[in-house]
């Protein structure tokens, strides 16, 4: 059975930095396209960043660009999200997706995902 468990989040200042954490179970993070999507209050889940299967190949959205950073730790089987300069605009409840392939062009559509963390809040204080 698979689950993927997301950890971090938190309340933070504008200007500050928080770093997500998402734990796997039932498959291997190495072979499996992931990525990070949130939800702010009143809007749907949009795309945040990706990584393929090759730790050299990740994605941003450009809200998130230089600012955020996808990366994977195979031995602990878990992806992280490390988010720096946080303005109030970040807020909303972030996921971790995950799915075997995602060809290049769907990498920014949920749908394309099978598996889901539970979710877990960024709030972030002007």
């Known amino acids: 059975q698979v689950q993927l468990v997301q950890s971090g989040g938190g309340l933070v200042q504008a200007g500050g930095a928080l770093r997500l954490s998402c734990a796997a179970s039932?498959?291997?993070?190495?072979?499996?396209?992931t990525a990070w999507f949130r939800q702010a209050p009143g809007k749907g889940r949009e795309f945040v960043a990706a990584?393929?299967?090759?730790?050299?190949?990740?994605y941003y959205a450009d809200s998130v660009k230089g600012r955020f950073t996808i990366s994977r730790d195979n031995a602990q089987n878990t992806v992280y999200l490390q988010m720096n300069s946080l303005q109030p605009e970040d807020t909303a409840v972030y996921y971790c997706a995950t799915k075997q392939w995602v060809i290049l062009s769907a990498l920014e559509r949920e749908d394309q995902y099978h598996f889901w963390g539970q979710g877990t809040q960024v709030t972030v204080s002007s």
């Open positions: 990584m393929r299967t090759s730790a050299t190949n990740k």
């Open positions: 039932g498959l291997s993070f190495s072979r499996y396209t």
